[in-house]
C-alpha cells in the first residue's frame, strides 16, 4: 500500500494543476495494489481534488482515545485509490 501523507503546494502557485501532476508521479512510481490518504474534513476543494483524482472516500477517522477539546485536531477522512497493478 502506498500512503500519502502529505500534500501542500504554496497558494501562490495554487489552481495550475500542480498538485495533480504531484500525485500523478507519485502513483506512478508507486509498486503497490492500493493508495491511501487522509484529508481534512473541513476542507472542501482538497476533497473535490481527491475525487476529481478517482479517490474513494473510505470514512471517518476516529481518534485512538477521546482528547480533551483543546487538544482535537480537525476531523481527518480516510480516502483510498485502486492502482490498477
Known amino acids: 500500500v502506498f500512503s500519502l501523507a502529505e500534500l501542500c503546494v504554496l497558494s ?3 489552481r495550475r494543476g500542480i498538485a495533480t501532476r504531484l500525485v500523478d508521479q507519485l502513483l506512478t512510481r508507486a509498486t503497490g495494489p492500493l493508495a491511501t490518504a487522509t484529508v ?11 475525487a476529481s483524482w478517482g479517490w474513494s472516500r ?7 482515545a477521546p482528547l480533551p477539546d483543546a487538544a482535537r485536531e480537525p476531523d481527518r477522512e480516510a480516502w483510498s485509490r485502486r492502482l490498477g497493478r
Not at 481534512?40 to 481527491?50: G, I, K, L, M, V
Not at 473510505?58 to 485512538?64: H, R, S
Open 12 to 14: 501562490a502557485h495554487r
Open 40 to 50: 481534512d474534513a473541513t476542507n472542501p476543494p482538497a476533497r473535490h481534488a481527491f
Open 58 to 64: 473510505t470514512g471517518p477517522l476516529l481518534p485512538a
